[in-house]
């Protein structure tokens, strides 16, 4: 059997643990002291057994106490031959880099949080605005002159393009009698005190003995009427086709008494309204215009009829060839609807007014239809209605001819710009659609633009607002966009920024 080649060690370990005594309990020379054992154990690089036993024979001592065995595990790192002295002060470094090694994972988790909070700050800071720099092109007054339009050759006329807000007099004005034009701001009245939808009867007014006998009077001096009977019942709208359609006289006058409880009061209602629409030269002394007290002009008459075809009910009605009524039967429009374009809206004739008409006419101009309406007084003549109809109808021709289609804006124009302020881009800002308006000679068309939220990563073709053109009341909108994508800030850039 092979030996332990560390029994000698544990020997020669085990003979150390005892020093060797004297007579008198002294350590015996050539003995090793306690505390250099315990120093070689520590600095021992395997472990050791240790045997401890009683002294050697032949060797008188004092009393023991009884015999220990034990074994101690030494772990030696350090050859025997080199005991380990550990000073004080290295004690104290070991402690201290022992501390800094427990603090550094600290300071690196902190340092990392600070670096993240002020990462996280500037990356979830807002960006600047994005905005929208208008560059809107410059429009120029449209070319030409006033046209020279076919004026009657007595009375007065006027004519007026609404949707462009053109109106044209025949030349300085003053107040004549304007017979049953007059029914025309009576029924504006009317409606405008009582709206009724468009197709509805609305509400029911009963004729009473006093409407018949004024029927009869009216009837008897050759104005024009539709008869009645006592407790007969018509319907707000029946009451206005005979006044608009027939022109009857009497039905001007229930339609004031059932609006303002007399017909002078209602009468005050049409002077106020006709002062608020700028009617500065008319005036109204009752509700049917038989009176020659009522007078105007036929630039005036225009303004109320502009307000007055803007009602879908007022339309309808002046629009009817005819009408039936209960009583009165097949009832015929004095005003040629129907024919050369004509969709109303009132003669008036007395012979202190001669023929007076206003007409409002549909064109086509450009592809685009274009409502014209035409006035005129005072025209004379065998037959003065006729010769009113074929002046308005004149010069409804003769104003639409003279509007102008007007290039404004093409497509794909740049009507502004949005600066990226991370990159100094400059991204266009283009119309989606060619603007092109109708205008009167004279006439400037205006843009302007209504803007959208922009953001970084729109793309290419997204709305960016909306641009408006317009002559009068005329107005033409399109859609604008960006012509490419808005690139939004980099990360470095989102970064670095101050």
């Not at 065998?382 to 109808?393: F, Q």
């Amino acid at each position: 059997m092979e030996s332990d080649p560390r029994a000698g060690t544990t020997a020669d370990v085990a003979s150390m643990s005892q020093p060797e005594l004297g007579l008198n309990g002294s350590t015996a020379p050539g003995a090793v002291s306690g505390s250099t054992v315990a120093a070689v154990l520590d600095a021992a690089a395997e472990p050791v057994a240790v045997s401890v036993s009683p002294p050697a024979s032949g060797i008188v001592a004092a009393p023991e106490p009884p015999p220990v065995s034990r074994t101690v595990a030494v772990s030696l790192s350090r050859p025997l031959s080199s005991p380990l002295v550990v000073a004080p002060e290295d004690t104290a470094l070991a402690a201290q880099a022992q501390r800094r090694r427990r603090r550094w994972p600290w300071v690196a988790v902190v340092v990392l949080v600070a670096v993240g909070g002020v990462t996280g700050l500037q990356l979830g800071r807002r960006f600047p605005t994005v905005s929208l720099h208008e560059a809107l092109p410059v429009t120029s007054p449209v070319t030409g002159t006033t046209p020279v339009l076919p004026w009657p050759a007595r009375g007065e006329a006027a004519v007026a393009v609404p949707q462009l807000g053109v109106t044209v007099d025949s030349g300085p004005q003053a107040a004549v009698p304007i017979a049953s034009l007059t029914k025309i701001m009576t029924a504006y009245v009317t409606l405008r005190d009582h709206p009724l939808a468009l197709g509805t009867q609305g509400p029911v007014v009963t004729f009473t003995a006093a409407d018949q006998a004024e029927y009869l009077a009216d009837e008897t001096q050759g104005a024009t009427v539709v008869p009645v009977r006592a407790g007969e019942t018509l319907s707000e709208r029946q009451l206005l086709d005979g006044l608009l359609v027939h022109s009857a006289n009497n039905f001007a006058d229930v339609l004031a008494r059932w609006d303002a409880g007399t017909v002078p009061a209602f009468v005050a209602k049409m002077n106020a309204t006709a002062s608020g629409l700028g009617m500065r030269n008319t005036h109204y002394a009752d509700a049917s215009g038989l009176s020659p007290g009522t007078a105007g002009t036929a630039g005036d008459e225009l303004l109320v009829a502009q307000v007055a075809m803007a009602i879908p009910t007022f339309a309808a009605v002046v629009s009817q060839p005819s009408v039936t009524l209960p009583i009165a039967g097949l009832l015929y429009n004095y005003v040629s609807v129907g024919s050369d374009g004509i969709i109303g809206v009132k003669s008036g004739f007395t012979q202190a007014a001669m023929g007076c008409l206003v007409l409002a006419g549909e064109r086509t101009v450009f592809g685009r239809r274009v409502l014209v309406l035409a006035a005129v007084t005072g025209q004379p003549g065998e037959d003065p209605l006729e010769a009113a109809d074929k002046a308005d109808v004149s010069l409804i021709d003769a104003a639409a001819a003279a509007i102008r289609e007007v290039p404004v804006v093409a497509r794909g124009v740049a009507v502004g710009s949005v600066t990226l302020p991370w990159s100094q881009a400059t991204v266009p800002v283009v119309a989606s659609r060619a603007i092109t308006l109708l205008a009167w000679p004279g006439q400037q068309p205006r843009l302007a633009m209504v803007r959208r939220s922009l953001h970084p990563g729109m793309q290419a073709g997204v709305g960016a607002g909306t641009l408006s053109a317009s002559v009068g009341p005329e107005r033409v909108a399109v859609a604008t966009r960006v012509s490419d994508s808005l690139e939004g800030p980099s990360v470095s850039w989102r970064l670095e920024r101050s």
